[in-house]
Nanobody
Framework: QVHLAESGGGRVQTGASLTLSCDVAGPTTDITSVGWFRQTPGKEREFVARITWNGGHTYVDDSVKGRFTISRDNDANTVYLQMNDIRPEDTAVYYC?????????????????WGQGTQVTVSS
């Protein structure tokens, strides 16, 4: 069983930077991508960014492109989401997920494993 644990969330002001971490533990052989998603009350979980487990290829949603960066520490099995120039609309619970197979990496339905989430609150 793959286990994911997010950390690094908090309350920040507009324009600040924040780095979220996702520690991946367990058997990772079949993992193809790790993604970051976010969710606000009453809304569906939305894609933010993903990185392929082998190769480290990244893809970032247009809504955060130029501000958010996803990366991975291979030795530590940790995936990071660097958030710069944070805005109030970035307020959400941020989740990392791990998927297997070659299905869409931007659709949360294809992610088999999730962390518990970390809250990011941005004040203006």
């Amino acid at each position: 069983q793959v286990h994911l644990a997010e950390s690094g969330g908090g309350r920040v002001q507009t324009g600040a930077s924040l780095t979220l971490s996702c520690d991946v533990a367990g058997p990772t052989t079949d993992i193809t991508s790790v993604g970051w998603f976010r969710q606000t009350p009453g809304k569906e979980r939305e894609f933010v960014a993903r990185i392929t487990w082998n190769g480290g290829h990244t893809y970032v949603d247009d809504s955060v492109k130029g501000r958010f960066t996803i990366s991975r520490d291979n030795d530590a099995n940790t995936v990071y989401l660097q958030m710069n120039d944070i805005r109030p609309e970035d307020t959400a619970v941020y989740y990392c997920g791990a998927k297997r197979g070659i299905s869409s990496s931007i659709n949360p339905e294809y992610y088999a494993f999730w962390g518990q989430g970390t809250q990011v609150t941005v004040s203006s």
